[in-house]
């Protein structure tokens, strides 16, 4: 059974950065799909990207794209959202989750492991 924690999350001024970390077990990153969700408070978990088990990265919300970078270290079985330029409606609690396809889905129904999540908060 997979297991996923992810930390390095915390409170930052905008325009500021944070590299959050996802580390798993039970899995194998090269045979999985792995995301990044965020869910805000009164709002739907919402997908932030995610890496298929072909490498392949995607960006689910325009606002995300040029300012966050998905990456892996196969050999830490740890996974990485690099975010830039953070700004206040980037708040939320940041989840990676696993899905068994080996494909990637911006649904949170199609994936079948989470971590416990990790507050991000984008404040002066």
């Known amino acids: 059974q997979a297991q996923l924690v992810e930390s390095g999350g915390g409170l930052v001024q905008p325009g500021g950065s944070l590299r959050l970390s996802c580390s798993t077990s039970?899995?194998?990153?090269?045979?999985?799909?792995i995301a990044w969700f965020r869910q805000a408070p009164g709002r739907a978990r919402e997908g932030v990207s995610c890496?298929?088990?072909?490498?392949?990265?995607?960006y689910y919300p325009n606002s995300v794209k040029g300012r966050f970078t998905m990456s892996r270290d196969n050999a830490k079985n740890t996974v990485y959202l690099q975010m830039n330029s953070l700004k206040a409606d980037d708040t939320a609690v940041y989840y990676c989750?696993?899905?068994?396809?080996?494909?990637?889905?911006?649904?949170?129904?199609?994936?079948?492991?989470w971590g416990q999540g990790t507050q991000v908060t984008v404040s002066s």
């Open positions: 890496r298929s088990a072909s490498g392949s990265t995607t």
């Open positions: 989750a696993v899905t068994i396809l080996r494909y990637c889905s911006g649904s949170a129904d199609d994936y079948d492991y």
């Open positions: 039970g899995v194998i990153l090269d045979d999985i799909a």
